[in-house]
């Protein structure tokens, strides 16, 4: 018995030293970087900060990725299955992505209001700009149930999403816009609605230097 109890108080000990072990600090490049400088970068809110590799490991990590999706039939054929919708494949896509509740987009039911008019005017721009409508999608429901009846949202069909586009959980909300040839553009973390439009408009000049490019 008295055996026990030493392997139980020395484990707890272990335990208490683990959890109090010191933070690294990981720059987007996976270098380590000491505190202050990681402090210093955060601050400037060009990037976020993830988890690293281990428990103890803090990372950051760019807001705005690029890129191109090399298959966008299947991409737009995996979304109409999996969300059971129907897609333009001539118009770009607006995916706003909830990760699931955290601290940043917990607030209850007084956000409400101002949840409702925020989107609305997304929506317009959205359909000033692109002649389009965003799809709501979510990996983690939970939060969401303060603003039932406001947004349409849908789950991430097979984490489908998160797969390509978010792989880390950023707070708040995250957003991704698509463009019918499969370039896009993804930022992580709060944003304003501004920068949805913003991607829209620049994928669509993208668009229209393609076409000028290739026409006879």
Not at 30 to 49: A, G, P
Not at 191 to 209: G, R, Y
């Amino acid at each position: 018995m008295r055996n026990l109890l030493k392997s139980i108080l020395l484990s707890l000990f272990i335990l208490s030293c683990s959890s109090t072990k010191d933070y690294r600090y990981f720059d987007e490049n996976n270098v380590e970087i000491s505190k202050s400088k990681f402090n210093r970068i955060r601050l400037t809110n060009k990037l976020l900060d993830i988890p690293g590799d281990s428990i103890n490991h803090k990372k950051l990590t760019l807001r705005e990725k690029r890129g191109t999706l090399t298959n966008m039939p299947k991409f737009i054929e995996t979304l109409k299955v999996g969300l059971n919708i129907t897609l333009d494949a001539t118009k770009p896509i607006a995916i706003i992505f909830y990760p699931g509740e955290d601290s940043c987009n917990s607030g209850g039911t007084g956000k409400k209001e101002w949840v409702k008019n925020w989107n609305k005017q997304l929506e317009d721009g959205l359909h000033q700009v692109a002649k389009i409508k965003p799809l709501y999608i979510y990996k983690d429901s939970k939060g969401l149930e303060n603003y039932d009846g406001l947004l349409d949202w849908k789950q991430d069909p097979n984490q489908f999403i998160v797969q390509l586009f978010f792989k880390h959980h950023y707070p708040c909300s995250s957003f991704v816009v698509i463009s019918s040839k499969g370039d896009y553009i993804s930022y992580f973390g709060e944003f304003p609605k501004e920068f949805v439009w913003e991607a829209v408009q620049i994928l669509k000049q993208t668009i229209s230097s393609y076409q000028s490019h290739n026409s006879p």
